[in-house]
């Protein structure tokens, strides 16, 4: 072997020396690429986990709401002018206590049962605005409405020359038939008023109490009117109608009183009974009847308090019992001593 031939032999192992270099720095260029794209994963905050939800129920209540004022806004348009017509139009005001009503009270649950946090507090105030307004603007007409029509009643009916000799069976006639349709807008405003004066955050403390007050005026100038005139007419029929009207509507227990003195006018003494004493019950299911009117032979209305409220309904019977007999088949009977008249 030649010098040469020596010094060429090394070749061979630097080749494969240099390869396995050159592979070694790949795996290792692998293996720092690997672990520099390892770590802990970020996730949410807790505080930011619900954030999605919460905006959509946010979203969700004030369309409730919008969507309620808009339907409540568009049925009370559909009457706002049939609410001042002389002579009332009373399926105006029974369509604000059946459409105007149950909407506002839709929308007053979405404002009053959405937390602060769920509903931006703007919209909340913008939508509470609105439902105050759309509130005032339909009371405003009703009651002036009913204003109207007892100005006009007063004016013609009231004056010395109408009241006594001077009225003629005829306006007597027209007055209780008026006056009647006057005590039902009366009773739809009523039952508008305190259903929404249950929210009481929407309201200042004074709102609904004092439209009460001024309707409970309006009330009694009907109710006077109906037992001055009853007094002027030998038409039961005409006096029979007037109480029919006003016993299937009447929720206001202080005038108790006066219904009976209607019902007497339109019956007679011996078909009426009327409980007016104060009796604590004994019993854990008391008899809570109060007034009784024997309307026919076997017909009989009994009124009820229940809750401060006046409720009543028509029963047949055929024993031939007198009014006062009905009233005293139990010995405890209930009136609430605040609802007394």
Do not use: H, W
Request: charged share 15%.
């Amino acid at each position: 072997m030649n010098y040469q031939q020596r010094l060429s032999l090394p070749k061979m192992p630097l080749k494969i020396s240099a390869t396995v270099l050159c592979l070694g720095t790949i795996f290792s260029l692998v293996a720092c690429g690997e672990v520099s794209t390892t770590g802990s994963v970020p996730t949410p905050s807790a505080s930011n986990f619900f954030q999605d939800p919460l905006d959509i129920s946010a979203n969700s209540a004030s369309l409730s709401a919008r969507n309620a004022l808009n339907q409540a806004r568009n049925a009370f348009l559909q009457i706002s002018g049939r609410l001042q017509f002389v002579t009332p139009d009373i399926e105006a005001y029974q369509a604000a206590a059946e459409k105007v009503l149950p909407a506002m009270v839709l929308a007053a649950n979405a404002l009053t049962t959405s937390s602060g946090t769920e509903t931006p507090e703007s919209d909340k105030a913008l939508y509470k605005q609105e439902f105050q307004q759309l509130y005032a603007d339909a009371l405003n007409q009703m009651l002036t409405g009913i204003n109207l029509n007892l100005q006009i009643y007063q004016n013609q009916f009231e004056t010395p020359q109408s009241l006594g000799s001077g009225a003629t069976s005829e306006s007597v006639t027209t007055a209780l038939k008026d006056l009647t349709a006057v005590f039902q807008a009366t009773e739809y405003t009523e039952r508008y008023i305190t259903d929404l004066a249950a929210f009481e955050s929407l309201f200042t403390q004074q709102q609904p109490k004092q439209a009460l007050e001024g309707l409970r005026n309006q009330q009694t100038v009907v109710i006077n009117g109906l037992l001055n005139f009853s007094k002027q007419t030998t038409d039961s029929s005409a006096i029979q109608a007037a109480y029919q009207m006003v016993a299937q509507s009447l929720t206001n227990p202080s005038m108790l009183n006066q219904l009976s003195q209607l019902a007497i006018r339109a019956y007679g003494q011996e078909q009426v009974a009327f409980r007016k004493d104060e009796i604590t019950p004994a019993q854990p299911s008391p008899n809570r009847i109060v007034l009784v009117v024997k309307e026919a032979v076997d017909r009989y209305r009994l009124v009820q308090l229940e809750n401060n409220l006046l409720k009543n309904q028509v029963v047949q019977d055929n024993r031939g019992l007198r009014a006062s007999d009905f009233l005293n088949q139990t010995n405890v009977v209930l009136v609430n001593p605040s609802a007394a008249p």
